[in-house]
């Protein structure tokens, strides 16, 4: 599709990754159309086909773990109700810790997730070879492992959800960038493009890294900061390795797809922006690839496929940023996933279809309306756990 | 660049013991020097490898340690390319992924059974609770070598660190030239091939067998903008500064589709050549060449008794007619490949003259690719340098100035790369690129005649062709490291999914080991037609560093890659 169909929706939607997506599948089931999609890239150019396709249920707060949960169910049920088959393989999230304090912070999240039904397990490093062998455990003084926790292929999400929109009469227009969000008497009236626009009442957020951006262009400061995040995949390999592993101290991950690769990275360094582009630098390569083969050593020899980057959406409290603007009526939030939209998707934006539908949700707005930023000195709540 | 180099082969290896190296258990003549499949190939074409997905035969293709169809397992570490391993005496060689052996695979059973391709992407879904069984299934089925069953205790040795004022990175005929030119002008330069390096003009450091791997975007605010990493005997880190860069990386030549271009038998022209030290037999004794150009004319000097028939997508050369009489090797003109007989091995080619619906049988047990020449241009994608697609040369190509200067100061692209052809206006590139290197005005007047930007590629009516034909049966593998077929990528379109990056992850075209070298140039031409629009229009994908598969220990090596606003 090159140009809208319509000359004005009910709900428009920035952004066509699995946020926005979803976003826009769960207002259509619950009848709220005519809803246009619109991204300024291809489906999947952005962090939703740029992830490791992990997906934990392991966190430090307790929403948080419950909106995860709810999304591992609903990744379950995919194949089903979206035919397309994204593969996820519970093979579990092992998070290794390399200092007391971590194993602290493993005990704390491993309470939380506990008080939430789900059977993780803290680990001594002896027992950290039953879950994934060939690891070389000097440093690692404990670990954390949730069998239920597992890994995806992304690409197959966002064809399923596009499919599934646009059946149920939804539009997506993808290459198009929304440049200007029009206001009439503090409410949204409506968006425009390079050649053209369209009348809305609600407008939502769903850019992720490109979200500060596109909240400016609403006029709205807003805290979030992308930063850009490396990954790499290895040649594949026979299977060998289970589950997702996730080091705290260096954010080192890496998990083995379905295909055989070994996916994964690493925290390094990067000037906030979205700015510099997505390039790789030969800084993670190096600093990967140590980290990497020091922690797995047979995988030494192994070759480097190739190296991409995507942006992650971050914000100060570590949680996402769901609602609608307290400043602008009609604009609602739907970002500031840092790199884990994939995770909470399905469950984070039914909630954020409930609340551009005016229904009530669940979620605790000092935990995650927009409106918390905005004259509180320092977040209520936070979510440290930003990495794998 | 000479892609006809062998090296170690890109991995460590335990330390030799003594003795013959031993293929699956028996002993093996190696010659020094000389890579495994060479040494196999006396015995005739050797199957190392099932691919990936239906586990179909595969031979080695390539000859350069791109592709995916010599993959060997040597003293207990993984997916080594057999092209370019020089066995050392002791070495115990495996193959991968095939059982009891890839001649005879069991599994082979998958491409007969999934006779009209396996769907990942909606298939096995149902009952959901079957799903961790297809999990372990599908697994299994994927991947090529187990992880290794030890920790390499060879160390890869310290990395090589330079600095210079010009970087050459090609040793063929543009590279050799502005290497020379940059000697006479005493400049400080640093030339570097994948291959060997002939002898060095005085004053020019040669690093031969280094492979450039990553061109980062430059830092324009350093005094070296450009650094680049490679690897030494695909083991050994490199990384080099630069002030300026020439990229004289030359083509490669390319794949082509048609119903059986993946059967043992089908390789490229520098595959062929790789097989054989030039006055040895090669494992082939009546070959197909395909292609009617200069490539084709150098495979029928080295290989003319063993050549059945030539046939090109278009036009024959001169050249190629002139040697081919002389041996009395018939020709066949805008002709197209319809299909191959053999599943072990290519027993005949089923070819057809353009636009007429009788086909002929050929027999043959090679085909050789020498039908057309790709940019080897990765590194000029990886650095940011703006391409553009020309039309006759099916591909796209760096927009250069007058001087050679490419969008990005200081990079300067010549010779083949740039769309230069023929060795004449190939060196004088080289020469002027030297020139500009060093802020000299252009020493030519005009650019010599690049490959023309407008005009169709000869393949795209051949591909033509080729969609509206009928295939009774049999897989048209589009993506041979991934086992995609050509249905795939139709049914992709069909369903709206359109250009090449949202079509590669739809289908996984191009992910493959090779990166999309054999299959990418293809999928555009094939992408245009399907979508109807030109292929320009299309898009490319991101080249992704490295250009070639890199160990993880090559690069944990390199200690001088600080973060970004370090020194």
């Known amino acids: 599709m090159i140009a809208p169909a319509r000359p004005e929706y009910r709900v428009v939607v920035v952004g066509a990754g699995v946020i926005g997506l979803y976003t826009a599948y769960h207002l259509l089931k619950g009848g709220f159309g005519p809803v246009l999609v619109v991204d300024r890239g291809f489906l999947s150019s952005g962090a939703s086909g740029r992830n490791g396709g992990g997906v934990r249920q392991q966190w430090e707060t307790q929403a948080t773990v419950r909106l995860a949960r709810e999304s591992v169910a609903a990744y379950r049920r995919f194949g089903s109700d979206f035919g397309y088959n994204v593969w996820f393989r519970q093979g579990g999230y092992l998070f290794l810790a390399s200092s007391a304090a971590e194993v602290g912070q493993l005990r704390s999240v491993h309470a939380v997730v506990q008080k939430e039904g789900l059977a993780s397990r803290l680990l001594a490093p002896n027992e950290v070879p039953r879950y994934a062998a060939g690891l070389a455990l000097d440093g690692v003084h404990g670990a954390s492992f949730l069998r239920s926790d597992g890994t995806l292929y992304p690409f197959p999400a966002i064809w399923g959800l596009y499919e599934a929109i646009r059946s149920l009469g939804g539009e997506v227009l993808l290459g198009t960038e929304v440049l200007s969000v029009a206001r009439d008497a503090g409410r949204v009236s409506g968006v425009s493009f390079v050649n053209g626009s369209v009348k809305t009442s609600v407008v939502v957020n769903a850019a992720g890294g490109w979200s500060k951006e596109f909240s400016a262009r609403a006029g709205l400061a807003v805290v979030n900061q992308p930063s850009r995040h490396e990954i790499l995949a290895t040649e594949p390999l026979k299977p060998f390795l289970d589950p997702m592993v996730v080091r705290l101290s260096d954010g080192l991950y890496f998990s083995q797809t379905m295909r055989g690769e070994i996916v994964g990275g690493l925290t390094v360094p990067h000037p906030p922006g979205i700015g510099a582009g997505m390039a790789t630098s030969p800084h993670f390569l190096t600093s990967m690839a140590r980290a990497l083969s020091t922690l797995v050593p047979r995988l030494r020899s192994l070759g480097v496929l190739r190296a991409w980057s995507g942006f992650y959406d971050d914000t100060p409290d570590g949680l996402p940023v769901i609602g609608e603007d307290p400043r602008l009526t009609g604009f609602v939030h739907a970002n500031g996933f840092g790199g884990h939209g994939f995770m909470l998707a399905p469950a984070a934006a039914q909630r954020v279809a409930k609340s551009v539908m005016g229904e009530g949700t669940d979620l605790d707005p000092a935990m995650f309306a927009p409106g918390r930023f905005l004259g509180a000195p320092s977040p209520a709540t936070v979510e440290r756990l930003q990495l794998g | 660049m000479v892609n006809t180099a062998q ?419 190939i060196e004088a590139s080289g020469r002027s690129a030297a020139e500009a290197s060093l802020g000299r005005p252009a020493s030519l007047d005009a650019l010599p005649a690049r490959v023309p930007a407008d005009g169709p590629h000869e393949l795209e009516g051949y591909y033509r062709e080729l969609l509206s034909g009928q295939f009774a049966s049999g897989k048209l593998v589009a993506c041979a490291c991934e086992d995609v077929l050509l249905e795939e990528i139709r049914h992709a379109v069909r369903d709206g999914y359109r250009g090449i990056e949202v079509v590669k992850r739809y289908t996984g075209v191009g992910t493959g080991l090779c990166q999309g070298r054999y299959c990418l140039p293809d999928a555009l031409l094939l992408l245009s037609i399907l979508e109807g629009r030109p292929p320009e229009s299309i898009g490319y994908i991101t080249q992704r560093p490295p250009v070639f598969p890199t160990a993880l220990s090559t690069f944990a090596s390199l200690s001088d890659c600080a973060a970004p606003g370090g020194s």
């Open chain 2, 7 to 425: 090296w170690s082969g890109g991995r460590e290896m335990e330390p030799p013991s003594s003795g013959a190296p031993r293929f699956r258990g028996a002993p093996v003549t190696v010659r020094p020097g000389e890579s495994l499949v060479s040494a196999l190939s006396r015995r005739g074409l050797p199957i190392l490898q099932r691919s990936i997905r239906y586990h179909r035969p595969r031979a080695p293709f390539c000859g350069v340690g791109a592709c995916t169809q010599c993959l060997v397992r040597v003293n207990g570490q993984p997916n080594v390319r057999a092209c370019t391993y020089r066995p050392l005496p002791g070495d115990r060689i495996e193959t991968e992924n095939a059982w009891p052996s890839p001649t005879n695979d069991l599994l082979g059973v998958l491409d007969l059974l999934f006779w009209r391709g396996i769907d990942t992407l909606h298939g096995f879904r149902r009952p959901r609770s079957a799903a961790p069984v297809y999990h372990r299934i599908i697994r299994r089925l994927a991947g090529y070598g187990r992880a290794a069953d030890t920790v390499p205790t060879t160390p890869v040795g310290a990395p090589v660190v330079r600095s210079t004022a010009v970087l050459v990175i090609g040793g063929g005929p543009a590279g050799r030239a502005a290497a020379g030119r940059l000697s006479e002008n005493r400049a400080e330069t640093l030339w570097i091939d994948a291959g060997p390096l002939p002898d060095s003009p005085p004053g020019v450091t040669a690093l031969p067998r280094t492979r450039a791997i990553f061109l980062p975007l430059p830092d324009p605010a350093a005094e070296t903008p450009f650094q680049l990493l490679a690897s030494i005997d695909g083991v050994r880190a490199a990384s080099i500064r630069a002030r300026r860069v020439i990229v004289a990386t030359g083509g490669f030549d390319a794949g082509l589709l048609f119903p059986g271009s993946d059967r043992p038998g089908v390789m490229t022209a520098e595959g062929a050549l790789s097989l054989a030290v030039p006055g040895d037999a090669p494992p082939f004794a009546r070959a197909l060449i395909v292609g009617g150009g200069e490539r084709a004319a150098l495979l029928l000097e080295r290989f003319g008794t063993f050549v059945e028939a030539v046939v090109a997508p278009g036009a024959i050369d001169p050249v190629v007619v002139e040697r081919a009489s002389a041996l009395g090797v018939p020709l066949y003109p805008r002709s197209l490949l319809r299909g191959v007989q053999g599943r072990r091995r290519v027993r005949s080619a089923h070819v057809a003259h353009r636009g007429a619906k009788e086909r002929f049988e050929l027999r043959c047990d090679a085909i050789l690719l020498a039908h057309r020449r790709v940019p080897n241009a990765q590194l000029l994608f990886q650095a940011g340098v703006r391409m553009h697609w020309r039309g006759a040369g099916g591909a796209y190509f760096p927009v250069i100035d007058h001087d050679l200067t490419t969008s990005v100061p200081g990079l300067f692209a010549a010779g083949e790369l740039a769309g230069f052809t023929g060795t004449e206006a």
